[in-house]
Structures are given as C-alpha cells and as structure tokens.
C-alpha cells in the first residue's frame, strides 16, 4: 500500500538545525518531496529526491535518503523564525503505464521556531 | 517559476448551493491538473485528477457527482462542488504539471465555508 508518516510536532531554537523525518510504505516511489505550507496558504516546493539518491544538499536544506528503511528527513541548518510552518514530504509512487504522477503527502509536521 | 493560480481564495456558502472553484495555470500549459483537499491540521487528500479534454480520474470514496471537475483547456480547471454541505467545509487545494515534467505547481487554495 501507500502510505506517508511524518512526526507531527518539532520545536527548535532559532539558529539550531531542524531534522524532520518522514516514512514511506511504497517501494516503487520514484521521487520523494519536501513542501513547505505557510498558514492559510499553498504548497512551495522546497526540495525533492530521486529515488536513486542518498543526499541531497540546496544551500540550508539537506535531504537524506535511506531506501533500505524507507525513511527520508530533512535537515534545515541555521533555522530561522521565518522557516515556522509545516512541512510535508510525499512520496510519487510508479504505477508503469497507468502511472498519473499523483503524489501520497504525509500528515505533516508542524515546525515550531523559538526567537 | 511556474505560478498557479486559484478562485476564489475563499467563500462562504449556504447548505444547498453549488461553488465552483477555479485552478490556472497561468505560464505554462497544464495538461494535468490534481484537486486536493486538506481538513485542518491535517494532510492533503488527492481527490481526483484531470488530464484536459478528458473525463477525470477519481480517488476511491470520493463522489464523482458530487465534486463535479471539468479540465476544458490547457490552462483551466474547474472543480464545482454540488449541493454543498457543512461537511464540505475545507481547504481545497489545485495544483497543475505540464506534460511529463516531474513538478507540480501547487495554486494557493480555496477555504471553502458551508453553512
């Protein structure tokens, strides 16, 4: 089945780094995400993985990817006030010739920075 | 990047009526677009997807028609959510991707109120 686990809660000092952790059931997924939602707003996409990865760095993020365990995280240096949202990782399952791109998001977690 | 955008960000409904919700995409052609819907604190739920010019591929539980989606142009969605109910009260999110192309453009989304 397809299924996303995130931690729904992380509170942080401004300036420490932020591990968000997320598990996926879905061993077919091609890519897997990070999106970040600011209240009442949509999804920004922060970064994404290819499945054949291990690590990603995009300046202040870090996505590792562990594909025996299923397991992705993502890891936000020198945390700011304004990184305060909640960020959701999703996972782009493979379906072969029915395969519609749809992606299976987590429930989210909420990304709490202390001044 | 691309921008996607949605109509209304936000409307109040009586129990009875019908709203119908826009997603644009408003520099690129979007020959997929997804409806999702998110309740608060929680994840994004898929609840269909449009390929334009054809008819929609709807999630297992969700009510075809009920949430009425039609994908009439390249730039254009349209999700009309009939008879609405209290219970429809969410945050309806859209996002769009051009051809194959790995990403997709999430639009601000719709807080729709039934009451």
């Known amino acids: 089945g397809e299924d996303v686990e995130q931690s729904l809660f992380l509170s942080v000092r401004e300036g420490d780094s932020s591990v968000i952790n997320c598990t996926y059931t879905?061993?077919?997924?091609?890519?897997l995400y990070w999106y970040k939602q600011e209240p009442g707003a949509g999804l920004q996409l922060l970064t994404y993985?290819?499945?054949?990865?291990d690590m990603k760095q995009d300046q202040r993020l870090t996505v590792l990817l562990n594909k025996k365990d299923k397991h992705l995280s993502l890891r936000i240096a020198d945390t700011q006030t304004g990184d305060s949202a909640i960020y959701f990782c999703a996972e782009r399952p493979y379906h072969g010739s029915s395969n519609t791109g749809k992606l299976i998001f987590g429930q989210g977690t909420t990304l709490q920075v202390k001044p | 990047g691309a921008v996607v955008s949605q109509h209304p960000s936000w409307v109040i409904c009586k129990s009875g009526t019908s709203v119908k919700i826009e997603c644009r995409s408003l520099?690129?052609?979007?020959?997929?677009m997804f409806w999702y819907r998110q309740f608060p604190k929680q994840s994004l739920m898929l609840m269909a997807t449009?390929?334009?010019?054809?008819?929609?591929?709807?999630e297992q539980g969700v009510e075809k028609d009920k949430f009425l989606i039609n994908h009439a142009s390249l730039t254009l969605s349209t999700l009309t959510v009939t008879s609405a109910h209290p219970e429809d009260s969410s945050f309806y999110i859209c996002s769009a991707r051009e051809g194959s192309y790995n990403e997709q453009f999430f639009g601000p989304g719709t807080r729709l109120t039934v009451l």
């Open positions: 879905d061993s077919s997924s091609t890519y």
């Open positions: 520099d690129f052609q979007a020959t997929t």
């Open positions: 993985i290819f499945s054949n990865m």
């Open positions: 449009s390929n334009e010019g054809s008819k929609a591929t709807y």
